[in-house]
């Protein structure tokens, strides 16, 4: 099993729509969680991080914390074009290894 | 965000040359640097993590005496890719974070190696 899984997509919204990304975790004692936009041939950057559960809003982006169904997620309001890419959904684990563990990301089209 | 320099952004090397690729945190003392390997449309595989003054951690997997790791100071972090063969061409990503480990790092721009 992967520690960190995402749908791969890619996943196809029409402007103005609410994208939904969806990310499972497999070790219960994670206690941070990032997402990250990869724009093609670009690094990563940081949209947001959230560490408690509930949501956590920025913008038009909003973050979806539950613990106790080891589930995040990644809500984009009123999505545009400039939207499209790959997101990356990255977990802090437990224990004394403390890097980001990343899924496969999620590659999310917005239709003009 | 803080700022991470990573140099060259691309780079074009003859197998079996070595490649060094900087990273450099501009604003910030990056206690620990990641470097991480992607290939096309694939996630981020983490090869090393390495802390200012002492011997990177490589991830399994990954050859320590083919992919060098320096983190000689809080700012500057390189790997250099010796005897470069054409499996290597790959975008090389690192990142730096600053303080404890739940805070969030920070990427550099990325180097794409192309061994030819």
């Known amino acids: 099993q992967k520690e960190v899984e995402q749908n791969s997509g890619p996943l196809s919204v029409p402007e103005g729509a609410i994208a939904s990304l969806n990310c499972t975790y497999s070790?219960?004692?994670?206690?941070?969680f990032f997402w990250y936009r990869q724009y093609s041939g670009k690094s990563p950057e940081l949209i947001m991080f959230i560490y408690s559960n509930g949501d956590k809003e920025d913008g038009r982006f909003t973050a979806q914390l539950n613990k106790a169904s080891q589930y995040v997620s990644l809500l984009i309001r009123d999505s545009q074009p400039s939207d499209s890419a790959t997101y990356l959904c990255a977990v802090l684990p437990s224990g004394s290894a403390r890097q980001l563990t990343f899924g496969s990301g999620t590659q999310l089209t917005v239709l003009p | 965000g803080a700022v991470v320099s990573q140099h060259p952004s691309r780079v074009i090397c003859k197998s079996g040359t070595s490649v060094k690729i900087e990273c450099r945190s501009l604003?910030?003392?990056?206690?620990?640097m990641f470097w991480y390997r992607q290939f096309p449309k694939q996630s981020l595989m983490l090869m090393a993590t390495s802390n200012e003054g002492s011997k990177a951690t490589y991830e399994q997997g990954v050859e320590k005496d083919k992919f060098l790791i320096n983190h000689a100071s809080l700012t500057l972090s390189t790997l250099t890719v010796t005897s470069a063969h054409p499996e290597d061409s790959s975008f090389y990503i690192c990142s730096a974070r600053e303080g404890q480990p739940n805070t969030e790092a920070f990427f550099g721009q990325g180097t794409r190696l192309t061994v030819v």
């Open positions: 604003d910030f003392q990056a206690t620990t």
């Open positions: 070790d219960r004692g994670s206690q941070s």
